[in-house]
């Protein structure tokens, strides 16, 4: 199929959907959707002059990523540039510094608020001001949805409908308690403010950090960082703890030492020859913690030692160079330069290639802890231990060279 003639058939798939037909597997229109809401949303406390009010002319937006329909992938990648694009371009060094010149003078700017949160909170304020970077390029990225017409969507068709159909709700709640429909502005999957909530985390995570009455996620800076840095404070957050260092990996040792399950003290790892790549001491209090390697990009870029930071920022984004980017975000706003190893020579995530290879090595006894086609440690890890045992050269890089061989290798199915 022509992507022109595909052009057509979504169009065409679309307008049925949009107008609220019954799915091929029988699943309920949209209109049915809606109307079946209704019990959970009064139970949830929203009246129904705001349900009504709320889903008044609303139709699904067919456009977003990870919707459960015929033909279209439904892996969750589609869309999201942690999953599609090359390390190098993701974690471009021009944008980087962009956004760290304007965090260094935001943390001047909101220097009283920032302290506030660190002494109250317990997050350091270059953190949180790199969270705010990512997501919202500190307030200047519009944010393109309605959250409300994105999570109906989801919850409706999407790929995981209960987490969706459950922050919908939660949404209904927020427009319930006087936010304005108008401030619901969200990315494609729901996220609303200046550092990106999910509806779930508003009435948990919120903060009023000037006691105004209001906790404003969507205008006031304070309080939307404040609100962010309870996030990572709720998701185990290690007070004074950095989330990682870059590493130089000995040549006795490879990528292949990636991923949690092979974490070590910083003391283990430095009897392996594994040192810091800026050339500094661990410091005292490293010599005991737990870390694990981290290879992004494989071997074709700078591995990190990551700690329990690290972990806490993906659960914000389950994304390695997401963490990465706002990790060292954090760090050149604080003053720190550039990665000392460079990017490059991986070229973009293959979402298909990616899940075929994770497909073939589970087949062939490798722990594959899901097939999903995305990149992460566990994958690169799998991808070295293949490597080494076929005598290849180890760059734990899903590529297309890699699948050949793995396609021509009789053992495997």
Same mark, same amino acid.
């Given at each position: 199929?022509?992507?022109?003639?595909?052009?057509?058939?979504?169009?065409?798939?679309?307008?049925?959907?949009?107008?609220?037909?019954?799915?091929?597997?029988?699943?309920?229109?949209? !209109?049915?959707?809606?109307?079946?809401?209704?019990?959970?949303?009064?139970?949830?406390?929203?009246?129904?002059?705001?349900?009504?009010?709320?889903?008044?002319?609303?139709?699904?937006?067919?456009?977003?990523?990870?919707?459960?329909?015929?033909?279209?992938?439904?892996?969750?990648?589609?869309?999201?540039?942690?999953?599609?694009?090359?390390?190098?371009?993701?974690?471009?060094?021009?944008?980087?510094?962009?956004?760290?010149?304007?965090?260094?003078?935001?943390?001047?700017?909101?220097?009283?608020?920032?302290?506030?949160?660190?002494?109250?909170?317990?997050?350091?304020?270059?953190?949180?001001?790199?969270?705010?970077?990512?997501?919202?390029?500190?307030?200047?990225?519009?944010?393109?949805?309605?959250?409300?017409?994105?999570?109906?969507?989801?919850?409706?068709?999407?790929?995981?409908?209960?987490?969706?159909?459950?922050?919908?709700?939660?949404?209904?709640?927020?427009?319930?308690?006087?936010?304005?429909?108008?401030?619901?502005?969200?990315?494609?999957?729901?996220?609303?403010?200046?550092?990106?909530?999910?509806?779930?985390?508003?009435?948990?995570?919120?903060?009023?950090?000037?006691?105004?009455?209001?906790?404003?996620?969507?205008?006031?800076?304070?309080?939307?960082?404040?609100?962010?840095? !309870?996030?990572?404070?709720?998701?185990?957050?290690?007070?004074?703890?950095?989330?990682?260092?870059?590493?130089?990996?000995?040549?006795?040792?490879?990528?292949?030492?990636?991923?949690?399950?092979?974490?070590?003290?910083? !003391?283990?790892?430095?009897?392996?020859?594994?040192?810091?790549?800026?050339?500094?001491?661990?410091?005292?209090?490293?010599?005991?913690?737990?870390?694990?390697?981290?290879?992004?990009?494989?071997?074709?870029?700078?591995?990190?030692?990551?700690?329990?930071?690290?972990?806490?920022?993906?659960?914000?984004?389950?994304?390695?160079?997401?963490?990465?980017?706002?990790?060292?975000? !954090?760090?050149?706003?604080?003053?720190?330069?550039?990665?000392?190893?460079?990017?490059?020579?991986?070229?973009?995530?293959?979402?298909?290639?990616?899940?075929?290879?994770?497909?073939?090595?589970?087949?062939?006894?490798?722990?594959?802890?899901?097939?999903?086609?995305?990149?992460?440690?566990?994958?690169?890890?799998?991808?070295?231990?293949?490597?080494?045992?076929?005598?290849?050269?180890?760059?734990?890089?899903?590529?297309?060279?890699?699948?050949?061989?793995?396609?021509?290798?009789?053992?495997?199915?």
């Amino acid at each position: 199929m022509t992507p022109f003639i595909r052009r057509i058939v979504w169009f065409f798939v679309g307008l049925i959907l949009a107008a609220g037909a019954a799915t091929a597997d029988d699943r309920p229109s949209f !209109a049915q959707f809606v109307a079946g809401l209704w019990p959970d949303a009064q139970a949830a406390g929203v009246s129904r002059a705001t349900f009504d009010k709320t889903f008044a002319g609303l139709q699904p937006n067919m456009k977003i990523p990870d919707l459960d329909l015929p033909g279209r992938p439904s892996d969750g990648s589609q869309g999201q540039a942690e999953f599609t694009r090359a390390p190098k371009a993701y974690l471009d060094e021009a944008y980087l510094e962009r956004l760290a010149a304007t965090g260094r003078k935001l943390a001047v700017e909101h220097k009283a608020d920032l302290a506030k949160i660190e002494r109250d909170i317990g997050v350091d304020r270059y953190s949180i001001l790199a969270i705010w970077g990512r997501e919202t390029a500190f307030g200047t990225h519009k944010l393109p949805h309605d959250a409300i017409e994105v999570l109906a969507t989801l919850a409706w068709t999407g790929r995981r409908k209960e987490l969706f159909r459950n922050e919908l709700i939660e949404a209904l709640k927020m427009l319930q308690s006087g936010v304005a429909r108008s401030d619901m502005r969200s990315s494609w999957a729901g996220a609303v403010g200046l550092t990106q909530f999910m509806p779930s985390e508003y009435f948990t995570h919120a903060r009023d950090l000037d006691e105004d009455g209001r906790k404003d996620i969507f205008r006031d800076v304070g309080d939307a960082l404040a609100s962010g840095a !309870a996030q990572l404070a709720g998701k185990g957050w290690v007070r004074g703890q950095t989330w990682g260092y870059e590493v130089v990996i000995p040549t006795s040792s490879d990528c292949g030492f990636e991923g949690p399950t092979q974490a070590r003290s910083i !003391a283990d790892w430095q009897q392996l020859g594994y040192r810091r790549a800026d050339g500094q001491p661990w410091g005292e209090k490293y010599q005991v913690v737990e870390a694990y390697l981290m290879s992004p990009a494989g071997a074709y870029g700078p591995s990190f030692f990551v700690f329990e930071n690290y972990k806490v920022i993906r659960r914000y984004n389950m994304s390695d160079l997401y963490a990465v980017f706002v990790g060292h975000l !954090a760090d050149r706003i604080a003053g720190k330069g550039d990665f000392v190893h460079a990017f490059g020579g991986t070229g973009a995530q293959k979402t298909k290639v990616i899940q075929e290879i994770q497909t073939r090595l589970g087949k062939a006894g490798y722990e594959v802890e899901k097939v999903d086609g995305k990149v992460g440690s566990n994958t690169r890890k799998i991808i070295g231990l293949y490597q080494r045992a076929n005598g290849l050269k180890v760059d734990c890089w899903p590529s297309d060279a890699v699948l050949s061989h793995i396609r021509s290798t009789a053992a495997l199915p």
